[in-house]
């Protein structure tokens, strides 16, 4: 069974940083490009970024560009998504997924549960 279980998530205050991680189980972790989705109330879930299964290759959304970071830990099964800069528009909750290639674009093979991040101005 596939498990993706985000942490890190809380309140923050605008311009602070946060970091996100994402443990994987019961999949080859290092075969699966990683991907960081983002949901605010009221609006449809957007894509943040992604990384390829190596660390290599990473693809970011144009809002978030220069102010976060996506890396990966294939020895400990582990996303990263690293938040600097946070505004108040940054408030969601953080979903993590997998999946077989590297794209901006659902579906993802697995989600995770989310984490919610709240940034306070």
């Known amino acids: 069974q596939v498990q993706l279980v985000e942490s890190g998530g809380g309140l923050m205050q605008a311009g602070g940083s946060l970091r996100l991680s994402c443990a994987a189980s019961?999949?080859?972790?290092?075969?699966?490009?990683m991907g960081w989705f983002r949901q605010a109330p009221g609006k449809e879930r957007e894509f943040v970024a992604a990384?390829?299964?190596?660390?290599?290759?990473?693809l970011y959304a144009d809002s978030v560009k220069g102010r976060i970071t996506i890396s990966r830990d294939n020895a400990k099964n582990t996303v990263y998504l690293q938040m600097n800069s946070l505004k108040p528009d940054d408030t969601a909750v953080y979903y993590c997924?997998?999946?077989?290639?590297?794209?901006?674009?659902?579906?993802?093979?697995?989600w995770g549960q989310g984490t919610q991040v709240t940034v306070s101005s």
């Open positions: 997924a997998a999946n077989s290639r590297l794209t901006r674009r659902p579906p993802y093979d697995y």
């Open positions: 990384i390829s299964w190596s660390g290599g290759s990473s």
């Open positions: 019961g999949l080859t972790f290092s075969t699966y490009a």
